[in-house]
């Protein structure tokens, strides 16, 4: 089962979740559906197809990008994470706080906050529920999410404790 | 506990049915109706496209009868002659290349007659558009109680209102979805997203006309159903299972955002009137309310959806004359369906609002209006319903107005608003109650049926139809068994729902899945026990012991412990009359909003937002949390931003650009508590919690602006949402 068929394939090179893949990709080809249906790496989802819901973030050279809005042919040279990248031990929190209900935001969710985790300078410019507005959730209301990612950067860096000011 | 399935979620490695690969698969798609209504004359296939690479299904290839089996089964399942809204469909294709059927859909053109379309339900129809009966009204309910008339003549004051809601989409964060194929034998497997296996089971073999050893269906981990996946999913089951005959071959159908915006069901838009008889304390004296929804185009679920918002349109208030007059129109676009709440968000809403309008007319304080009429322990509901709970309602509203900082912020915002410039702030209050599982006699006719196995290993198996779509089923159940058998989360096991191997605990709405399937985890857990001859109360490793025990005396065998509903004693209901006990029991709340209006965007932010509610025993407190803080949300999107915009019955925003719903920066944290009174007949004493949050936001959240404005407002915010726009249209401008 494919989502295109291609007759002008392009090869490119890029990094995956720290290896090296070489990969031939029909050029109008979303990351999305090369990652979900090439790849067979289900983790990222679909939610809107056009930016809006986050479902999709991954992260392109560490910054948050939305896989329905990227093609492919573009990330020759660059390096990509998804979901599938991230360590088990970093989640109990999100796990406990109820991160998660029905799960197709969490993942991009995940993604989201692992970013933030990395570069907690972001935090002095903007809130966490500024930083986490691309992801549209329509079962925890945000609490859940809000207070999981507060618990796990507190956790990896308590000097700096957040709290959520509202 | 933490939830069950929560790290395969977490890490991406739960697999929905777009996630699933499966090999032959063909992609399907439906090609749709342009127009409101009219015949078909023609179906055109381009001429000059390849066609022979496409599996084509029309309504000559349905097997069976060409109808989604649901209450009236007046729905089919493709067009044949004649199309009822745009989007309808007509034809299905598959093909292995996604992009190759969308692009074949747009090869496919209609030779429609137009025949004239209904497309306001709130208008009497005219002759050429009747399509339903004599009137185009689906449904017509009626709840009577005292003498109305008589109680009018009497009263010293007559208050008025008229209160509408706007349409809402669900937006599941995954689509709908769903995938069919068949074996050797020609039995039939779907699988997909969806809340309720046996309906689509029912829909199968109706239009698929097989018996049910030859129906299979599994639900897949469901991405969010908040009723969108009640009934819809029946009509993608149908559509891939056709096309899999046709082409011998599996066939997925995964709708994208457009098509599932624009194709599948949403709230019912809804118009209340409330005329209201009161004393000069604001005593309530008598009700005359009516209810009209708009249906869509066929009935699918709007007469049960009528049911229990009139059912619940009085509020939760002693009056002793109600007369409640309920319609479900007919209209010419998507029907609409299933969403969280089921009628009662529209009736709360006007009564709530209806309640602020007479304590605003008679200059008597919103709260002290409800505190004079909230039903206490004795007094009836309008179906006469006697309310006997223990539950302190007004205790309940007290606790909130604490929680809130009602007073104090109640004064700090007159001071507020004297000075600023361009904000108002202001305070808003509901009063809301919800009904417990199925309306009426709608258990006892279900007869709902569940199992707990004891495995070899000595563990269980909870065998459900009920299905995880995030509420938390999973978890829940395992905490209701581990709690009635001692048994570590781990020894419990809960059965994929796949029809060929769980039995029909009914279908998960109408937040029965908790109380009622719940109940019947414990009860086929005594069952086992029973069967093992342990005593009722044996717990732990005993029973772990003799589950094994058996195994070795009865090798090869299933030891299953069984557990059907039976209607706890006292409870009478008449369907004829809709007199008598409604609902076996209601969860009760008040709501507080704190809002703030910006003059110069006419933008309306909520401060913030108490929940408190009485819902039974707390099972999980997380789950239960989660659960109020996201219907919440949901409330807040529908109070202030939701908006279906129709253009001859097709909803034409139909993306996430143009149809917005809250992110994380639009709402506040919502503040949760809850009172718990058990319920003897709930599982652990748990009552339904999974709607209550939708029924109280909007009303709150329009009371707290219509405060924020009540120095501005030239018009009642009484329809919503409550959109820059309209807040406009409400408001004499700042700087006039
Ligand atoms: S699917 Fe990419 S942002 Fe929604
Ligand atoms: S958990 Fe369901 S959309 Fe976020």
Not at chain 2, 230 to 250: M, R, T
Request: net charge negative; aromatic share 6%; proline share 5%.
């Amino acid at each position: 089962m494919s989502t295109n068929t291609c007759t002008n394939p392009i090869t490119i090179s890029l990094t995956l979740n720290s290896k090296p893949l070489s990969i031939a990709v029909d050029p109008a080809e979303r990351l999305l559906d090369t990652l979900r249906y090439q790849l067979g790496l289900t983790g990222t989802k679909e939610g809107c197809a056009e930016g809006e819901c986050g479902a999709c973030t991954v992260l392109i050279d560490d910054q948050p990008a939305n896989a329905c809005l990227v093609l492919t042919c573009q990330l020759a040279g660059r390096f990509v994470r998804t979901i599938e990248s991230i360590n088990v031990d970093t989640l109990h929190h999100m796990h406990e706080q109820g991160t998660t209900q029905c799960g197709a935001c969490t993942p991009g969710v995940v993604m989201c906050a692992q970013w933030i985790n990395e570069h907690q300078d972001v935090l002095k410019h903007q809130s966490l529920r500024q930083l986490m507005s691309g992801n549209l959730c329509r079962c925890t209301g945000y609490d859940g999410i809000i207070l999981g990612i507060e618990k796990t950067l507190n956790e990896t860096n308590p000097a700096t404790a957040h709290k959520d000011p509202r | 506990m933490r939830r069950r399935e929560g790290l395969a979620k977490l890490t991406g490695s739960e697999k929905y049915i777009d996630d699933l690969s499966i090999p032959g698969c063909l992609w399907g798609m439906a090609a749709r109706s342009p127009v409101p209504r009219g015949i078909i004359r023609q179906i055109h296939f381009a001429k000059d496209f390849n066609w022979s690479e496409f599996v084509v299904v029309d309504h000559r290839d349905i097997p069976g009868t060409n109808e989604i089996f649901m209450i009236q089964n007046d729905q089919p399942v493709l067009a044949a002659d004649r199309v009822m809204h745009i989007h309808e469909p007509v034809v299905l294709l598959a093909h292995p290349d996604r992009q190759a059927c969308r692009h074949a859909i747009n090869q496919i053109s209609f030779d429609i007659d137009p025949l004239p379309a209904a497309l306001d339900y709130r208008k009497v129809p005219t002759t050429e558009q009747i399509q339903y009966a004599s009137d185009n009204v689906f449904a017509h309910l009626s709840v009577t109680k005292g003498d109305v008339e008589q109680a009018f003549k009497d009263a010293p004051h007559v208050i008025q209102g008229i209160y509408e809601t706007g349409a809402q989409e669900h937006v599941y964060l995954e689509n709908q979805g769903m995938a069919a194929w068949f074996d050797d034998q020609g039995v039939l497997t779907v699988q997909g997203s969806m809340q309720c296996p046996y309906y689509v089971v029912n829909a199968l073999k109706h239009a698929l006309k097989l018996d049910e050893s030859r129906v299979r269906v599994i639900q897949s981990p469901t991405g969010g159903g908040f009723g969108g996946k009640e009934d819809y999913p029946s009509n993608l089951a149908c559509y891939a299972a056709l096309l899999a005959l046709k082409a011998q071959q599996p066939v997925k159908i995964i709708y994208d955002r457009e098509e599932d915006l624009a194709a599948t069901t949403k709230r019912h838009p809804a118009r209340l009137k409330h005329r209201t008889a009161v004393d000069d304390q604001g005593r309530l004296i008598a009700q005359d309310i009516e209810m009209i929804i708009d249906g869509g185009a066929y009935v699918t679920l709007s007469p049960v959806v009528l049911s229990r918002g009139i059912i619940h349109a009085a509020g939760p208030y002693a009056c002793d004359h109600v007369r409640i007059e309920g319609k479900a129109m007919l209209s010419n676009s998507v029907p609409f369906g299933a969403f969280r709440g089921f009628g009662v968000p529209q009736a709360a809403f006007a009564m709530e609002r209806h309640m602020d309008h007479i304590a605003r007319t008679l200059g008597i304080d919103a709260v002290e209006m409800r505190r004079r009429n909230l039903i206490r322990d004795g007094q009836s509901l309008s179906t006469g319903q006697v309310i006997n709970d223990g539950t302190d309602r007004v205790a309940l509203m007290d606790l909130a107005l604490k929680e809130s900082g009602w007073a104090g912020h109640i004064k700090d915002h007159a001071a507020f608003n004297q000075t600023h410039p361009y904000l108002r702030k202001g305070m808003g209050l509901a009063c809301i109650y919800h009904g417990s599982g199925f309306t009426g006699s709608g258990e006892v006719h279900l007869a709902s049926k569940l199992h707990v196995a004891g495995l070899s290993d000595g563990r269980i198996e909870i065998r459900s139809a009920n299905t995880e779509i995030g509420q938390g089923m999973l978890t829940v159940f395992t905490r209701i068994a581990s709690h009635r058998l001692g048994l570590e989360p781990e020894q419990i096991v809960i059965a994929e729902a796949d029809t060929s191997r769980v039995p029909n605990s009914g279908p998960t709405v109408a937040s029965r899945t908790t109380m009622v399937a719940g109940k019947l985890v414990e009860n086929a857990c005594s069952d086992l026990l029973d069967q093992l001859g342990l005593p009722v109360h044996e717990t732990g490793q005993v029973v772990v012991d003799a589950i094994t025990a058996w195994h070795l005396d009865n090798p090869g065998q299933e030891l299953v412990g069984t557990a059907q509903y039976r209607q706890p004693p006292g409870i009478n209901w008449d369907d004829k009359t809709y007199k008598g006990d409604a609902y076996g029991t209601y969860g009760w709340a008040t709501y507080i909003a704190r809002v703030q209006v910006d003059l110069r965007t006419c933008t309306t932010t909520v401060l913030d937002f108490h929940a408190v509610q009485e819902i039974g025993t707390v099972i999980n407190n997380t789950l239960a949390t989660g659960q109020i803080q996201g219907g919440v949300v949901q409330g807040i999107g529908w109070a202030l931003m939701e908006e279906c915009c129709f253009r001859e019955g097709a909803m034409i925003n139909n993306q996430l650009t143009n149809y917005i719903i809250p992110t994380a920066s639009d709402v506040p944290g919502i503040s949760v508590s809850f009172l718990e009174n058990p319920y003897e007949h709930g599982a652990m004493g748990a009552k339904g919690l999974g709607e209550l949050p939708m029924d109280g936001p909007a009303p709150a959240i329009a009371n707290a602006v219509a405060d924020a404005l009540s120095q501005l407002l030239i018009d009642q915010p009484d329809t919503i949402p409550l959109t820059p726009e309209r807040i406009m249209s409400l408001t004499t401008p700042i700087h006039a």
